[in-house]
DNA sequence: CTGAAAGCGCTTACAG
DNA sequence: CTGAAAGCGCTTACAG
């Protein structure tokens, strides 16, 4: 029963006794078909249970009704970070109203995003993508430039792409992190960064510098790391093993700020007594762990909604390409932070 | 450039000088079509870098080459869990090499769940689905059984459908966890259980008593939550107040588990000294916390995979429908479990 | 305003 | 073995 069973426009049609154009006319609320001839066709379709078929419609109309979202992380990273589902979460409230799917990958490198995207595209599976994780030179970018694949850009704006993009500044989290932990007396910094190919990850490192110089900090290091639980833990480890080491870190992922928490713990560094933590991203973990992290926090899902809104306006939409910047990251008061060692 | 460049099979056959059938026979390496004209058509469609059109293929084969996932979780939840992210990489894994597309779907409840299943199939947008956190009583199967989607359980085999199942044994781990904990001298022991509806939460606490009783333990309590940090510090709280209060608690996932184990440090009860604490799901935070979580670990990703491939077996496949029994959880010793205090 | 027809890019019986 | 044709379920110019 199942395939067999499900009703078309050509069975509304019959059952109407007019043309298919007719009804898909009618189906579609464009002119060409009287008010009552629609809304006879309108009830039958609603009497049958007819659904449009993706497949059909995406063949004509030249739209595959899909997005694509293709993540190029370590899966076991990506299922340590909250980000990625409430972002998806997010996308997906846009979503819903707008007859869009969601088409999900997970790869391991940018080459397999682009094969992946590729594919998608040549297939005709999507309409569109979502690009994330945004490196400062994204091989990504020129690829999905040169095939002409509408997008949005989870990051700032770029030269050498025309896709729209949704962000938010990174340079005021970091002033605000770095304005308060001077405010509480500490003079040696130091900052756990994320993958130092993305670009967000440059940006908040130079203006991290910046406001050290502006501040003239004794001290403000800075190390690259992949995100990773591991990483932070060595960054941490060699922070502290300095001297004059740090008396506060800040980290660019709440799962490096925890696994920085751990180290100093097992090295005897009191927090926040002799060592304050920011976290970098905020989430149920920063909360989980004791003492809670202060953190940069903001809406994960809204910011997954916004990419999406913009994506849709220029799929739909037409020419006018609006980018959006989203509200910065706030900093969440907790017990991680407090006045350096006198 | 985008669209109209994109060659199709009549653009092979025009430059093979054949029909447009032997261009699809060659594709498809069906019989139909002579050696040599086979492996000139391939070259052609090779150079001209042809891919073929996903809904083309979609109308006429009625096969939509995706799969739909829908999930009906909280999101902020669906985050703080690595489970679905591993998960769902598995599954791509396997998808990767057949063409198959992941519809991923974020809903709140079972109805919107059935919503979305049946939009999706209606639209022909998928060929079968994957359905997780099932219920001890589902409104999701029966939705599906009538409509015919195929699909994989992910949970045991079922009286109420005919979708085969992936699923691993439940009971197994709640006895290593209850035997080892009883091993270490532990008498009484509670249970901080997941979602009553589902299944597997039913399954596990029907054999956390039996083996309680085997062991003729002198409290078994069990709570049941819905898998939230803040359900799982209330359990706690309300367990560690309760007199006697039980020695050692299994918690039906981690972030429940690092939830007690922060309601333990604020009320001073030392871990594992006082209070030993089983975590139900490993991941990196068990990992993260001090002292590190003993946890039920398993391969999510191979469980994912797993799933993957039964589904496709049956979409490729035909009437043999095998479930698949995955390797049980093993507990993983770390030092949040000890001897119960004298 | 309305209808009949062509076409989207494939697959697949169906004749030669 | 091979080719020409119909059809998948829609949309959309194009004539009346």
Redesign the pocket.
């Known amino acids: 029963m199942p395939?067999s069973k499900?009703p078309?426009?050509?069975d509304i049609a019959k059952s109407a006794g007019?043309?298919?154009?007719?009804?898909?006319?009618a189906?579609?609320d464009?002119?060409?078909?009287?008010e009552a001839?629609r809304a006879r066709i309108l009830a039958i379709a609603q009497e049958m249970g007819?659904?449009?078929?993706a497949v059909?419609?995406g063949?004509?109309?030249?739209r595959a009704g899909a997005v694509g979202l293709v993540v190029a992380r370590n899966p076991a990273m990506l299922g340590a970070e909250p980000f990625f589902m409430k972002f998806i979460a997010g996308v997906e409230s846009e979503f819903a109203n707008s007859r869009t799917a969601l088409l999900l990958q997970v790869v391991e490198d940018h080459a397999r995003a682009i094969d992946a995207l590729t594919t998608l595209w040549a297939e005709r599976r999507i309409d569109g993508v979502i690009v994330m994780d945004l490196w400062a030179s994204d091989a990504r970018v020129p690829v999905l430039e040169s095939l002409g694949v509408p997008g949005v850009l989870v990051g700032r704006p770029r030269a050498d792409s025309t896709m729209p993009a949704v962000w938010s500044d990174d340079v005021a989290p970091v002033n605000e992190t770095v304005d308060y932990l001077v405010g509480l007396g500490h003079q040696r910094i130091a900052r756990v960064a994320g993958l130092a190919a993305l670009e967000h990850t440059q940006i908040r490192t130079a203006a991290f510098r910046a406001a050290a110089a502006r501040h003239g900090l004794a001290c403000a290091a800075v190390i690259d790391t992949d995100y990773s639980w591991e990483a932070g833990a060595w960054a941490t480890q060699k922070l502290l093993s300095s001297s004059p080491r740090p008396t506060a870190i800040t980290y660019d992922s709440d799962v490096m700020a925890t696994a920085g928490l751990s180290v100093a713990r097992k090295l005897g560094i009191a927090v926040p007594g002799q060592l304050s933590i920011v976290a970098g991203d905020d989430s149920q973990l920063c909360e989980m762990v004791f003492p809670a992290l202060t953190a940069l926090s903001r809406d994960i899902q809204a910011y997954g909604a916004h990419s999406a809104r913009v994506l849709l306006e220029q799929l739909e939409g037409g020419g006018t390409v609006t980018s959006f910047e989203d509200k910065p990251a706030r900093l969440t008061l907790r017990e991680s932070t407090a006045a350096p060692p006198a």
């Open positions: 395939l499900r078309t426009i050509s007019v043309s298919i154009g007719a009804v898909s006319f189906l579609n464009r002119p060409g078909v009287s001839t007819w659904r449009p078929s059909a419609r063949l004509s109309a030249r």
